[in-house]
T-cell receptor
């Protein structure tokens, strides 16, 4: 069985400050890992993903995440927050091909960016 | 390129009434997913189709929920009868079979269901 834990249901940062959203997973086999963003009343949009290879993954809008197997973590970071980054962020895991690539999501972290 | 299309965007019904949601995936995407997203939660898979075959419906409450994807393209999710606890956002997503490199799933905007 696989699960995803996102630490902190709400995170608040000042504009220009570092963004750090935490994600830990439990898995008995190598996972594929994803971060999705959801803006109000919109569907989810992929920010970045880790499948194999380089453990530091860069995504859209200046976000990046590092897969750390020893810590079973895949934390999302951005050096400088923008007001437009305010949204809900979801970490997800899949285990292809056994699961058919179905995603198992965390509960999400709401990011608030203050002026 | 058009994204995943869902309709309606919003639906308000009274309990015990039936309701249906429609999804049209991205052209060429053989895999289609229906997810349920409760308020303040991450999406949870209800059913996954490979072409017209439902290959994973283990989380679909079959006493009241049904889904179909007759021609392997668009899909309909139905609830009959609806209960108060069904109020949620229903998301549709699609991907290529096998997902290509890392199986990116493309999500529609969702249908927000309110059951009164």
């Amino acid at each position: 069985a696989q699960s995803v834990t996102q630490l902190g249901s709400h995170v608040s940062v000042s504009e220009g400050a570092l963004v750090l959203l935490r994600c830990n997973y439990s898995s008995s086999v190598p996972p594929y890992l994803f971060w999705y963003v959801q803006y109000p009343n919109q569907g989810l949009q992929l920010l970045l993903k880790y499948t194999t290879g380089a453990t530091l993954v860069k995504g859209i809008n200046g976000f990046e995440a590092e897969f750390k197997k020893s810590e079973t973590s895949f934390h999302l970071t951005k050096p400088s927050a923008h007001m437009s980054d305010a949204a809900e962020y979801f970490c997800a895991v899949s285990h292809p091909p056994n699961s058919g690539y179905a995603l198992n999501f965390g509960k999400g972290t709401s990011l608030l960016v203050t002026p | 390129e058009a994204g995943v299309v869902q309709s309606p965007r919003y639906k308000i019904i009274e309990k015990k009434q039936p309701v249906a949601f429609w999804c049209n995936p991205i052209s060429g995407h053989n895999t289609l997913y229906w997810y349920l997203q409760n308020l303040g939660q991450g999406p949870e898979l209800l059913i996954r189709y490979e072409n017209e075959e439902a290959v994973d419906d283990s989380q679909l409450p079959k006493d009241r929920f049904s889904a179909e994807r007759l021609k392997g393209v668009d899909s309909t999710l139905k609830i009959q009868p609806a209960e108060l606890g069904d109020s949620a956002v229903y998301l549709c997503a699609s991907s290529e079979i096998g997902g290509g490199a890392g199986n990116e799933q493309f999500f529609g905007p969702g249908t927000r269901l309110t059951v009164l």
